[in-house]
């Protein structure tokens, strides 16, 4: 196995950027989720889980490492995330009062409806959701939905056939050939050695409705979801039995890693 391809995300729920290489260290890639709108009224944090208000995040980019990154707007236009007025500019395009936020409250959480709801009844729907805290198992004040890594296997997005920047990973595996889809399940609990990482394989990652929608130019994928719905439901501690592709990380030993790096389990 080998470091296919990696990513990371500046902004929550905007589109992110490819790199050839990462920093990573116990919070995560350097500059991943470094940033967040939260929504003025609520106090939550935005993120395209809760398609009705905010799956426009995914006409947004996100690029730069820390006190660089800019952020490219719909029209194809960018500014950077430090510019004075980017909370009205950002309020005025997405139609609802936000604020960008360099650091995590405490108890900071976000709006999950069941994607099983959003696919029966519509990204326009209003459907129950649940409020789940963040970064439970992030160090740090950083914006990452539980752990500060996430992989993904080819195996796993070519079996489901699906795009990976839809399920926002930093680290895709290339995988062999006869590799099985969603082995990541069982490497829960064990650890990996990818670049000069090492890292532990803490959960699987339950999928939410983002990889359906819309991802910039990219049309809506239904698909994304409903085979994981289909084929890989898994009881995650915490969190209940839901449709997972791919798996969270920790890290015990920061290094770089780059893509063409092999990955090792043990």
Known sequence: MRVHSLFRYPVKSMLGEALDSLLIDERGAEGDRRLALVDAVTGRVATAKHPRLWRGLLRFSASGGPGQVRIELPDGSSVPANERGIDELLSELLGRPVRLAAERADGASVERPAPEDVLEQ?????????????????????????????????????????????????VVVSTPPDYLAYAENEWVGRELTVGGTRLRAVLPTPRCAVPTLEHGSLPRAPHAVRIPMAENRVDVPGFGVLPCAGVYLEVLTPGQINTGDPVTLT
């Open 122 to 170: 519509g990204v326009e729907a209003e459907v129950e959701y649940a409020t789940l805290e963040i970064a439970q198992g992030t160090p740090g004040n950083s914006f990452h939905d539980y752990a500060p890594l996430h992989l993904i296997t080819t195996a796993t997005l070519d079996r489901i056939g699906a795009e990976a920047v839809r399920y926002r990973p930093n």
